[in-house]
Every structure is written in structure tokens, then in C-alpha cells.
């Protein structure tokens, strides 16, 4: 059963013991959801600590802004999952799942669709290309339109490249968890299927902890797994999805113990990370648990 916690004051006291370790500033902060409102509206209670107003980069968490706008699209009807995008043979859903065969840059297959999980900037980019063919608007607009505004990130801007190019405080990274902890944006049939391992059993690398036999991941997000070395703490669930950047940035979900947890950074992932994010995701499950 999802587990609440009964002290949100403790946990941003551990949230700031934390971040003191970190190098450089940072943000970090953990949600949950307490009640359904009237109308379906989720409320939810956030602990944070750190810089929450200062804009960092989010690298690669951006990944999750183009995987929501696609899935927001196929709820629309603007898109479909098993259309064909990409090198011959691939469609939209391998484009988000690392499955396409591009590599991390280069429009040049490496391997044929569905046979190795390889991480692939590329396969991003044209996967916002596509949304931009089908809806007629530029990706930053119908990512504002579809996803920033309603769910209130005014200060989150997309600058440069779709795979990794976004920018903004905690606040609005927290929304975004909260938002993929609980969707409001799209149907239950859709989430699943991007929350589910998409093509089981491939191999891959997770850039920074190497190869993973499997390397299992859905439609834009990284899905844990048993997956070790792991961004993620020892005491996260296997169902743990979400995604880290090369700027410091990291975003889980952990649906098992009902919570979500983001993190930003002015110090470049690294060595520091390795040891950091791990420990402080054990820490803060060990205290929601009861």
C-alpha cells in the first residue's frame, strides 16, 4: 500500500542535511499525494529545501517533457504510438523507449528497431519533429500549450534542443512530478502503457552506470527495474520510473510508495551524484514509511 508521511517536517529536515553535502547549489524536494478533492483534484503536500526559486538547467529530465507532450497528443489524436517515426521499421513508441536503433547523436541506425536499448538524443529530437508535422505548431509552443500552462509551470522554458534543453526553478519540477505521479493530462490506459517496459528483456547502457542486462524503460521514462549501479536508492521499487540529466537534475516516481522526488543542481552530475541521490532517496523513503 502507498505510505504517507506522518512528519513532513522531518523530511525537509533530512532533505536539507542532505543538500549540505552537495557541491555548488541546489534544490531538492518530496511529494505525495494526501486527498482527492472535489472534482478528482489531487491534493498533494511537498517538503523542499535549497535554492526553489532559482531556474538550473534540467539536461535530460527534458526527456520527460517531450514523452508528456507526445502522450498528451496521442490523447488528442494528433499522434499515434505505433505510427512510423524515425529509421525504417521504428515508430513513435521506439523513438520514446530508446529502441529505435539511432544513436545517442546521428540520424544513422546502428541497429535495426527493437533490438538494443540505446540511449539516443536523436531519437527525442525527431519525435518532437513529428509532433511539430502533425499539430502545425512549433514543439516549444505545443509543449506550453499542452502541458507548461495547465499544469501552472509559467517559469519552465524550453531553450535549444528537445532532448535537453529546458530550464526552470524546483517549483516547476515538482509540478511536473506531481503530474506524473498522478496524471490529470492523460487517460490511465495511456500512462500505463508508457509506464510499462516497452520491448522487455533489451540490453543497454544508462549513460553514467554503464550497461544494464535489461535496461528497462517505457515511453520516455527510465523505468528502475533491478537495474544496479542505479541513480535511484537500494529501497526504491522495481516500478520506479523517471529520468536524471548531465546538469544535476533528477526526477523519480516511486507508485509503490506513492511519492515523487526532483532534485536540481549547479554542479554537473558526476561522482558526487552517485553516492548522493542514492542515499538521500533511502533516507526519505525510511521516513515516509510507517
Not at 516549444?140 to 509551470?153: F, H, I, T
Not at 527510465?222 to 533528477?250: A, C, D, M, V
Request: hydrophobic share 40%.
Amino acid at each position: 500500500m502507498p505510505t504517507t508521511p506522518t512528519a513532513p517536517r522531518e523530511v525537509e529536515g533530512i532533505l536539507l542535511s542532505h543538500l549540505k553535502t552537495w557541491p555548488g547549489d541546489g534544490a531538492v524536494a518530496l511529494t505525495g499525494a494526501t486527498a482527492v478533492a472535489a472534482g478528482g483534484r489531487v491534493e498533494r503536500w511537498v517538503a523542499c529545501a535549497g535554492s526553489c526559486e532559482r531556474p538550473f538547467p534540467w539536461a535530460s529530465v527534458t526527456k520527460l517533457l517531450v514523452s508528456l507532450a507526445c502522450l498528451v497528443a496521442v490523447e488528442e489524436g494528433t499522434l499515434d504510438l505505433d505510427e512510423p517515426a524515425g529509421p525504417p521499421g521504428s515508430t513513435l513508441a521506439h523513438l520514446l523507449a530508446h529502441a529505435s536503433g539511432l544513436p545517442f547523436d546521428g540520424s544513422v541506425p546502428l541497429v535495426p528497431p527493437g533490438r538494443r536499448r540505446i540511449y539516443s538524443n536523436t531519437g527525442a529530437e525527431i519525435a518532437a519533429e513529428l509532433l511539430e508535422e502533425r499539430s502545425g505548431m512549433a514543439f516549444a509552443d505545443y509543449l506550453y500549450a499542452g502541458a507548461l500552462e495547465p499544469l501552472g509551470m509559467s517559469a519552465t522554458a524550453l531553450r535549444g534542443s528537445p532532448a535537453h534543453g529546458a530550464q526552470g526553478p524546483l517549483g516547476d519540477l515538482v509540478r511536473l512530478a506531481g503530474e506524473l505521479l498522478s496524471p490529470s493530462l492523460i487517460g490511465q490506459p495511456t500512462w500505463r502503457r508508457a509506464t510499462t517496459v516497452a520491448w522487455p528483456g533489451l540490453a543497454g547502457v544508462v549513460p553514467g552506470f554503464g550497461r544494464q542486462d535489461p535496461c528497462d524503460w517505457g515511453l520516455g521514462p527510465e523505468i528502475r527495474g533491478n537495474k544496479s549501479p542505479h541513480w535511484t536508492g537500494l529501497t526504491n521499487s522495481p516500478s520506479t520510473y523517471g529520468h536524471f540529466g548531465q546538469s544535476g537534475s533528477f526526477l523519480w516516481v516511486d507508485p509503490a510508495a506513492g511519492v515523487a522526488m526532483v532534485g536540481l543542481s549547479s554542479t554537473p552530475f558526476g561522482p558526487w551524484a552517485k553516492g548522493a541521490w542514492p542515499s538521500l532517496s533511502d533516507a526519505v523513503l525510511a521516513a515516509i514509511t510507517t
